[in-house]
């Protein structure tokens, strides 16, 4: 008979998890990064923090999730990211197991931000859907932008200025160790982009936007003096412009032939309307 059982991660397990996400997963990662990636700094109501294999008392595997409400359309809907996935190959055959046991919320919307491999195969048969992720790598060149212009990460200023979701977007997202934020202003209009340092090839050259608020068309038409700032307060020289992220693509640069799959399966959010905040890509660095 197997000993292999499923159970969730609860917080108590968030240091073992961590530990061996660490060590079976991706070492660049350190430790403590996994353990925030578990204890994400919004506040939630989650079920747990994933599941896990257990082998007696040695863990076997993990899928790490990250829990979240979004409100949509004046209702709020439960989202759950699948944020990080790792099975000893010796229990392979459990794969299953740990996976149904996460999908098996009803009225949820999952999305998996970051497949690699084999993975995205497997979440098209459980019934995923790919995301446009149409990209054009764009060119962030040095731009002196006019008087009435403001580009501002300053945190106090941010803070003071967003409103309403994107206000809590901030709150949600000043602590996440990923998550970096640009504030634009003209008048009394404001853009806010939530973007990430992303590595590519061992490159952590690249901005990933993970969510625009206010104003996209001040983003647009500001989009210059913006890509400066990634440049020159991030050291960022590249942009990984993703259109149903942005709204455009404007740059010199070029359109990426296989840009990385983003998956969402449920119901409650337009696949139109999904960003990739309360995710991996906002609370870990890699």
């Not at 608020?213 to 001040?218: K, P, V, Y």
Request: charged fraction near 25%; hydrophobic fraction near 45%.
């Amino acid at each position: 008979m197997s000993t292999v059982e499923v159970l969730p991660i609860a917080d108590a397990d968030a240091a073992a998890v961590a530990r061996f996400l660490h060590d079976e997963l991706n070492p660049a990662v350190t430790v403590v990064s996994w353990s925030r990636l578990l204890r994400p700094p919004w506040a939630d109501a989650s079920p747990n923090r994933g599941w896990m294999l257990k082998d007696g008392d040695r863990i076997v595997g993990a899928y790490a999730a990250v829990y979240s409400r979004r409100p949509v359309g004046g209702v709020e809907v439960t989202v759950c990211n699948l944020a990080a996935y790792c099975v000893l190959e010796d229990y392979r055959m459990h794969s299953v197991r740990l996976i149904r046991a996460l999908l098996k919320a009803r009225d949820y919307m999952f999305t998996d931000l970051s497949p690699s491999g084999n993975v995205v195969a497997m979440n098209e048969r459980l019934g995923f859907t790919r995301l446009d992720t149409a990209t054009k790598l764009v060119i962030n060149p040095p731009w002196v932008h006019g008087r009435d212009v403001r580009v501002s990460g300053d945190a106090v200023a941010i803070a003071r200025v967003l409103r309403g979701p994107d206000a809590q977007v901030h709150r949600d997202h000043r602590d996440a160790a990923a998550a970096r934020h640009v504030l634009v202003q003209s008048g009394d209009e404001y853009a806010y982009l939530v973007f990430r340092a992303h590595t590519l090839k061992r490159l952590r050259l690249f901005a990933l936007p993970l969510y625009v608020g206010g104003s996209r068309d001040l983003l647009r038409r500001e989009w210059r003096a913006v890509r400066s700032h990634l440049l020159m307060r991030h050291g960022l020289p590249f942009t990984l412009a993703e259109k149903r992220i942005l709204g455009f693509t404007a740059g010199f640069g070029r359109v990426l032939a296989a840009p990385r799959a983003r998956m969402v399966r449920g119901t409650g959010i337009p696949a139109a309307d999904v960003d990739y905040l309360y995710s991996e890509l906002a609370l870990v660095n890699w």
